[in-house]
Each structure stands twice: as structure tokens, then as C-alpha cells.
């Protein structure tokens, strides 16, 4: 158990650690997409991280109502998964001297962290139903959505347009 968590002991707990983990994540995502943004020699990759930085911002929003919904104070707890994901695409892009590559890079990266909140959300979502929380995970089904749309889009975008620059 975490030095700063308390221990999950029923459903309930799982869920709002979980709550816990995501709310950190996205903060974390916040604080990194502007340095991103800035790096990204394309344009329209820099627009989809200025789009999703956005969108990221709002996602935080929703879950601080989550966590008003379920009567639970707003707070993170640190996510080492998501800590290691955005390590390892600064350290990636930090290697990169082309800038092409670099996009390839980061657009990579950011796919990672798109997939990682989609894990989180469908859990959440899975676990909100089964504790009867049906309005939580319609909360959190607008994000899970948006997360996969953003996915389809970098994905989009790696193949028409960002993956064969580099090459």
C-alpha cells in the first residue's frame, strides 16, 4: 500500500483510489501536453495535442464531479504507471535530434497514455455500475469516449501523415 493511501478493502475503496489514480494521471497530463505542444514540428499534430490538452482539461472537471457525485473529497494519489509512461516519451523525445522522428515519437507517446486512460475509465466505469453508481459511470463514459476518439485520431494521424514523414 502507498505511504499516502488508505488500504482498499471493498469494492467502494477500489473504485475511489482508482478515482484517485486517474485524477493524477490527467493532472500529470496537463502539466506535460504544453511542453508537447510546443515541440511538435507539425502542425497538425501540434493541433491535436492543443485539442486534447483541452479536452484533458475537462476530463479533470468530470472527475472532480465523480467525486462530489460519490461523496468523496478531490484528490490524486500518485500513479506510478502513468509517472513512467510520460517519463519514458520525455526521455524518448529528449534522444531524438530529427524532428520528424521526434513527432513520430511523441505522437507514439501519447498513444500510450491514451491507452492507459482507457484502461482506467473502463474500469471506473465497470466498477461505478456494479456499486449502482449508473450516474458516475455516465460522468466517466463521456471521457472514456473522447479518449478513444482521440486514439483513433493520433492513429490516423501516425499513418497518413506523421510516421512517413519520419521515415
Known sequence: ???????????????????????????????????????????QLRQAFQTHLTETQGHVQRLERVFQMH??????????????ILAEGSEIMGDCDDADVRDA??????QAV????????GTLIALAKQLGRNDCASVLDQTLNEEKATDRKLTELAESRVNRKAA
Open 1 to 43: 500500500m502507498g505511504l499516502f493511501s488508505k488500504p482498499i478493502k471493498t469494492l467502494d475503496d477500489l473504485f475511489v483510489h482508482t478515482l484517485q489514480d486517474i485524477y493524477y494521471a490527467e493532472n500529470q497530463i496537463t502539466k506535460t501536453l504544453p511542453k508537447m505542444i510546443e515541440k511538435a514540428g507539425d502542425a
Open 105 to 110: 515519437a511523441m505522437l507514439s507517446a501519447a
Open 71 to 84: 461523496g468523496q473529497a478531490v484528490k490524486g494519489v500518485q500513479c506510478a504507471a502513468m509517472d513512467g
Open 114 to 121: 491514451e491507452h492507459y486512460e482507457i484502461t482506467r475509465y
